[in-house]
């Protein structure tokens, strides 16, 4: 059965509308626990414009779950990695214009940059996953890399309406997920997922974890962190009403 990650990332966006103190990311982060997630995934942006160094510290002390940190891999975001130790370590790509990520790492391009910063961190005892897209060159290079996941964007199929459209990139997914999974890579998904059109990659095979968070925050704020965790985990295992 695959499990469900739940990213904070918009709770502290709320939070920094004001430069306040409320609502806390890490107040959510428990609750998202207590609701039954697997784990919790906060983005480090270079630009500090939502998560702080002071909400990833805090979730390493208070989780009891896993901490997944997302974070560009550059000189300024390891030494960051090496002192908080997270479970997980989730290479993406970073634009300071872009809104949210836009895509995935380009692995195959940057190659030889994240095969140093992967040893590095699998120095210090952090598995590392990469965000890519879901093409069957990036999936090998990623491989290569030595990473131990590679985490499939899936916001192209989320864009789109149309069914032909939604098979063609479903496919895509389905295809890098056969490829990662036979070269012996772990496989998370996630980006754009929300409560409907997460239920055609549940019959997909491979997939350990979704990766969600805008559409479980944004359901939050209606319904409560917990019900809306409690809500996608009962689609994920199939006992949604």
Do not use: W
Request: charge should be positive; charged fraction near 30%.
């Amino acid at each position: 059965m695959a499990k469900l990650s739940v990213n904070v990332d918009h709770v502290a966006t709320l939070r920094q509308a004001r430069k306040g103190i409320e609502p806390d990311p890490v107040y959510a982060a428990i609750m998202a626990e207590l609701a039954g997630c697997d784990g919790i995934i906060v983005h480090l942006r270079e630009d500090r414009r939502h998560i702080q160094l002071r909400d990833l510290d805090m979730l390493k002390r208070v989780l009891k779950t896993k901490l997944n940190l997302e974070m560009a891999a550059t000189e300024e975001m390891l030494p960051i990695a090496f002192k908080i130790v997270p479970d997980l370590a989730t290479f993406v790509p970073e634009k300071r214009q872009e809104l949210t990520t836009e895509g995935g790492l380009d692995v195959i391009s940057n190659r030889e940059k994240v095969v140093r910063a992967v040893s590095r961190l699998h120095k210090k005892g952090i598995q590392v996953s990469l965000f890519i897209n879901p093409d069957l060159k990036q999936v090998e290079t990623a491989k290569m890399t030595g990473a131990d996941f590679v985490e499939i964007h899936t916001g192209i199929y989320c864009k789109k309406y149309l069914q032909i459209d939604q098979e063609r990139e479903l496919k895509k997914i389905s295809l890098a997920v056969e490829k990662a999974v036979s070269l012996g890579l772990r496989v998370n998904v996630g980006h754009g997922l929300n409560y409907q059109n997460i239920k055609p990659l549940l019959n997909l095979p491979g997939i350990e974890e979704f990766s969600i968070g805008h559409s479980i925050i944004a359901r939050a704020v209606l319904v409560g962190m917990e019900k809306a965790v409690r809500d996608m985990i009962a689609i994920i295992k199939g006992k949604a009403e």
